[in-house]
């Protein structure tokens, strides 16, 4: 396993820890279904389901209609899911870019916090 894919895999697990303890983001989440690519830049990148509270099928690729592509080179993927790099920033910096609704943007910004 990869830096990137350790890295995403521990924040799904965060992110359903999350899920499991705050109420107000069950509720948010209940009944919602988003297809979600990480799109790598420089390597084959990622796909999950975020399935009624729950991530599902993680794995290499991309999925077909997806409601949510995020895609950045792995270096700097990296360094958001470390904190070394601010979301905001990267995004103001095209170093980072997301396809997605304001409300799938606001669920996918919580993924990396």
Same mark, same amino acid.
């Given at each position: ?13 965060? +992110?359903?820890?999350?899920? $499991?303890? %705050?109420? @107000?983001?069950?509720?948010? !989440? ?11 830049? %420089?390597?084959?990148?990622? &796909? +999950?389901?975020?399935?009624?509270? %729950?991530?599902?099928? +993680? *794995? ?5 209609? #997806? ?11 990296? $360094? !958001?899911?470390?904190?070394?790099? /601010?979301?905001?920033? $990267?995004?103001? #910096? *095209?170093?980072? @870019?997301? /396809?997605? &609704? ?7 910004? @919580? +993924?990396?916090?």
């Amino acid at each position: 396993m990869g830096e990137l894919e350790d890295l995403l895999s521990q924040n799904i697990e965060k +992110f359903r820890n999350k899920i $499991a303890e %705050d109420e @107000k983001i069950q509720k948010e !989440l209940e009944g919602v279904t988003r297809r979600i690519n990480i799109d790598v830049i %420089d390597k084959e990148g990622f &796909s +999950f389901v975020l399935d009624d509270k %729950d991530i599902k099928d +993680f *794995k290499h690729g991309k999925l077909d209609d #997806t409601d949510v592509s995020v895609t950045a080179t792995e270096e700097d993927l990296i $360094a !958001l899911f470390k904190g070394e790099l /601010k979301p905001m920033r $990267a995004w103001a #910096t *095209k170093r980072l @870019k997301v /396809k997605a &609704s304001l409300e799938d943007l606001m669920r996918v910004r @919580k +993924f990396f916090s």
